[in-house]
């Protein structure tokens, strides 16, 4: 089945460590996204991509860092500089970049991060 | 002040209730509309996604947007115990550098109980 696939679904980090947070999709579609839900806050948009090998950040990139070196795959790095990780991070993906409409988003399971 | 605005609840309705739920935005170029569901330690799933103004209906929810007012609803009908969620709003404006960025609400918590 096609779909999108995050892991871990739960992740510790130490102080000072960085990690890595997978998300693959087989629904070949070109864009792709990290979000960052706290309680009582809905989503926020930390880095998108439009297509392979480039991406932007979103309203909340400080302390986040991203690649997207092949279409299906979309790492997202939490690093030492992320002084408040501790949330619920969704991927999403939607079919086609550079078109004027749009194409609705469709998510992942998640990765809970928490502090060691 | 947000860009959309979410009522977060929780709601918590008889089963066979309707439910309205609602959001409005400040945002006038935003174009499109949608609204996820999402379950606990689960990621959202779409439900319904409208351009524009008006209604679309899809089994038994019902979607309405106006513009005019900045007011996006979904309706519930019949509602069942397996629609209790988190249900929120999201909306896009259209092309050049806001290409595919939603704004969400903050997502309102439903119960419905038998």
């Known amino acids: 089945d096609g779909g999108i696939t995050q892991s871990p679904k739960y992740l510790f980090r130490k102080e000072g460590q960085n990690v890595t947070l997978s998300c693959e999709q087989n629904?070949?579609?070109?864009?792709m996204y990290w979000y960052r839900q706290d309680p009582g806050q809905g989503l926020r948009l930390i880095y998108y991509?439009?297509?392979?090998?480039?991406?932007q950040k979103g309203d909340i990139a400080e302390g986040y860092s991203v690649s997207r070196e092949k279409k299906e795959s979309f790492p997202l790095t939490v690093t030492s500089a992320q002084k408040n990780p501790t949330a619920f991070y969704l991927c999403?993906?939607?079919?086609?970049?550079?078109?004027?409409?749009?194409?609705?988003?469709?998510f992942g399971d998640g990765t809970r991060l928490s502090i060691l | 002040q947000k860009e959309v605005e979410q009522d977060p609840g929780p709601l918590s309705v008889p089963e066979g209730a309707i439910v309205s739920l609602n959001c409005t935005y400040s945002n006038s170029a935003f174009q499109y509309f949608m609204w996820y569901r999402q379950y606990s330690r689960k990621g959202p799933e779409l439900l319904m996604y409208t351009y524009s103004s008006g209604n679309k209906e899809d089994g038994r929810f019902t979607a309405q947007v106006d513009k005019s007012s900045k007011y996006i609803s979904l309706f519930i009908r019949d509602s069942q115990p397996s629609d209790s969620a988190t249900y929120l709003c999201?909306?896009?404006?259209?092309?050049?550098?806001?290409?595919?960025?939603?704004?969400f609400g903050q997502g309102t918590i439903l119960t419905v109980h038998p």
């Open positions: 999403a993906s939607s079919p086609v970049a550079f078109k004027i409409t749009d194409q609705p988003q469709h």
């Open positions: 991509s439009q297509i392979v090998n480039d991406f």
């Open positions: 629904l070949n579609h070109d864009a």
């Open positions: 999201a909306m896009s404006a259209a092309g050049g550098t806001s290409y595919g960025k939603l704004t």
